[in-house]
C-alpha cells in the first residue's frame, strides 16, 4: 500500500490498539515508511478503541499522501461477537475522517483479511458495502488495495461478472477496481 504507482490524499491503515511498538503486516511497513515520526504521534494519540480510527499526517510516507487514518479491525472469531459490523465501523470511522478532511482519493487494504483472520469473502463483502455507502454520498474515491495473492485472485473474479454493454466497449471502458501491491 505503500508502493502505490498513483498518489492518494489518505491511506487508511489497520493499527494496534496500544502504541508501544509498530505491528506486523502492513501496519509495520506503514510505519518503516513514514519514519519514526509517526510511532512517536501514535504514542501520543493513545489507544483506538475497535471499530474506531484517528488520523496522524504521512510523515515520511510521500510528499502527496497527506494523511494516514489507523482503524482498530476486531479478530474474526466465527462471527460469534458481531465481527461485521464493527469491521463495518472500521470502514465508515475512517472514511468519515476522509471526509472532514476533504479527501479526494483514499486507498484502504482488506480490513481483516490478514493476521485477524476474516474469511476473504466476508471481509470484502464488508468494505464493498461501507465503500458504496461513501461513493453515492460524497465525491469519494476509494481504491481497494490487495496485498494477499489468493485475496486478489478472488476479488479478480468477481469482475468477471457479464455486463450488458458489448465486448468491444467493455474492453474501451474496462478499469480494474483493484489495484495489487505487493
Known sequence: IVNLPFFVDAIICPARREYTETGTGVDGVVHEKAGPELLGRRKLQGRIGIGK?????????????????????????????NEEMVLKECYTNALEIAIRLKCK??????????????????????????????????????????????????????????????????????????????
Do not use: M
Not at 54 to 75: N, Q
Open 105 to 182: 482519493t483514499v486507498a484502504v487494504p482488506l480490513l481483516g483479511a490478514g493476521n485477524l483472520g476474516f474469511p476473504p469473502k466476508i471481509a470484502h463483502r464488508v468494505a464493498i458495502a461501507a465503500f458504496t455507502e461513501y461513493c453515492e454520498q460524497y465525491d469519494i474515491t476509494i481504491y481497494l488495495v490487495v496485498l494477499d495473492e489468493k485475496v486478489y485472485d478472488y476479488c479478480n473474479r468477481l469482475q468477471r461478472v457479464p455486463s450488458k454493454v458489448g465486448k468491444r466497449e467493455a474492453k474501451k471502458k474496462k478499469k480494474s477496481a483493484y489495484t495489487k501491491d505487493g
Open 53 to 81: 480510527a484517528r488520523e496522524t499526517p504521512s510523515f515520511g510516507l510521500s510528499s502527496k499522501t497527506k494523511f494516514l487514518i489507523h482503524t482498530v479491525s476486531p479478530a474474526w472469531d466465527e462471527g460469534k461477537h
